[in-house]
């Protein structure tokens, strides 16, 4: 494999927090306003950051949480709208993969430790079960019927219950993650 390391422009954590999966939601100029997207714990490496720093980082300041990266025995790229298994670069290997005009975006499995406080720039936090994350993937679930199903969540302003979770790519992929891989995840949800 290719070294990628000085191309990792961002990278992140699928947190399993109390038997949840913690990502954030919000209002961004990218949906219409009756759309909330559903994106990672993560965001951009900083300058001398490895990929691992910039994900416990992210986590840190996006949910106030420490997390330990698990060390799952595979890693998948996404190529031409599949995912694909492909060796990992890294000694703690992410699960996931992006590339994005020449630059490489890593997703890491981690359990979550601490009180979990969404920063002020995060809009609200969705706390989302296997199940939970199948039911928004299609991308036709509100948040309203999130919430009337026993969605868990917490928000730092008020958001439309009318508009759309809109899953981003790294949610879809973690519920593509449970087929490919139930024993893996199986165990990872088991660890602690």
Do not use: W
Not at 56 to 81: F, G, W
Not at 95 to 103: E, H, I, P, Q, T
Not at 155 to 163: F, V
């Amino acid at each position: 494999m290719v070294n990628i390391d000085k191309r990792i422009y961002a990278a992140g954590a699928y947190v399993l927090y109390d038997g949840y999966f913690v990502f954030m939601f919000g209002l961004s100029p990218k949906h219409r306003n009756n759309e909330l997207g559903v994106v990672r714990l993560g965001g951009h490496r900083e300058k001398g950051e490895s990929a691992v720093e910039c994900a416990i980082r992210e986590v840190r300041e996006e949910a106030s949480l420490a997390i330990d990266l698990y060390r799952n025995p595979c890693t998948y790229a996404e190529k031409k709208n599949e995912y694909v298994k492909i060796k990992g670069p890294q000694e703690i290997n992410p699960v996931l993969v992006l590339k994005y005009r020449n630059k490489y975006s890593l997703m890491y499995l981690a359990h979550g430790n601490g009180v979990l406080r969404p920063a002020m720039e995060t809009q609200g936090i969705l706390l989302l079960r296997k199940e939970e994350i199948a039911m928004i993937c299609p991308g036709n679930t509100t948040f309203g019927a999130y919430k009337k199903n026993g969605g868990k969540f917490i928000l730092t302003r008020p958001l439309p219950e009318d508009a759309t979770l809109v899953p981003h790519t790294q949610l879809r992929f973690l519920n593509t993650l449970f087929a490919l891989e139930s024993k893996m995840m199986a165990d990872f949800m088991k660890a602690r």
